[in-house]
């Protein structure tokens, strides 16, 4: 199984349609991303979590809001869908920077969630 | 505010020769971490390689190495012996301790046979 699942992978839906994306994570990490790609602008940030009760918004939030309902999971949810929130849309996870022995600064990422919305 | 600049959209680079992609960064800080990301057509993320700004060495990866230029503000990516599994959208990223990390807008690299 992957480290970081994302479902679901692909997603075609209607204008003001909610809609919720799902990320799970084996890690164990602490940190957990939300990121939009969309073409010629890289990856942006939508939201982010450094633990259970900890949320923050990134410099995308707008038009979103997430959940973080335990320390494996942060679903992203599009509440009123519209057509410009098509993109590709990852989760990524982290350790603490802090953690004794912490190595790897990096992230892990899932597989994305390709979303079109019509 | 940090930004990541990526100024080639696009790369060509012919089967076993050597490709650099550049990267430049903005920031006050003096601690942080910079990072190559590559996309392979199946869209999976994969760190390539990372570099710690307090460390003067280049980092090395098998065929991926880094230059880095801290006070220049620049961090490039070499592959040398280009595979055509190589063939991916490359993002430069930076981050600092504690904090989100911020990605570049990526340069596409084709390779040829």
């Known amino acids: 199984d992957a480290d970081v699942t994302q479902t679901p992978r692909n997603r075609i839906t209607k204008t003001g349609k909610r809609i919720m994306l799902e990320c799970s994570q084996t890690?164990?990490?602490?940190?957990m991303y939300w990121y939009r790609q969309d073409p010629g602008l890289g990856l942006r940030l939508i939201y982010y979590s450094f633990d259970v009760k900890d949320i923050n918004k990134g410099e995308i939030s707008d038009g979103y809001s997430v959940s973080r309902q335990a320390q494996a999971k942060f679903s992203l949810s599009l509440e009123s869908a519209i057509p410009n929130q098509t993109a590709l849309y990852f989760c990524?996870?982290?350790?603490?920077?802090?953690?004794?022995?912490?190595?790897?600064?990096?992230?892990?990422f899932g597989s994305g969630t390709r979303l079109t919305v019509v | 505010a940090q930004t990541v600049t990526q100024s080639q959209p696009e790369m060509s680079v012919q089967e076993a020769e050597t490709v650099t992609l550049s990267c430049t960064y903005d920031?006050?800080?003096?601690?942080?971490?910079l990072f190559w990301y590559k996309q392979p057509p199946s869209r999976q993320m994969i760190l390539v390689i990372r570099q710690e700004a307090y460390k003067q060495q280049n980092a090395t990866e098998n065929r991926f190495s880094v230059n880095f230029q801290k006070a220049a503000k620049s961090f490039s990516l070499k592959i040398s012996d280009s595979q055509l599994g190589d063939a991916a959208m490359y993002f430069c990223a930076y981050r600092t301790p504690g904090f989100k990390t911020i990605f570049g807008a990526g340069t596409r690299l084709f390779v040829k046979a």
């Open positions: 890690k164990g990490h602490d940190r």
């Open positions: 990524a996870t982290s350790d603490s920077d802090y953690r004794p022995g912490h190595s790897n600064y990096g992230y892990t």
């Open positions: 920031t006050s800080e003096s601690d942080y971490y």
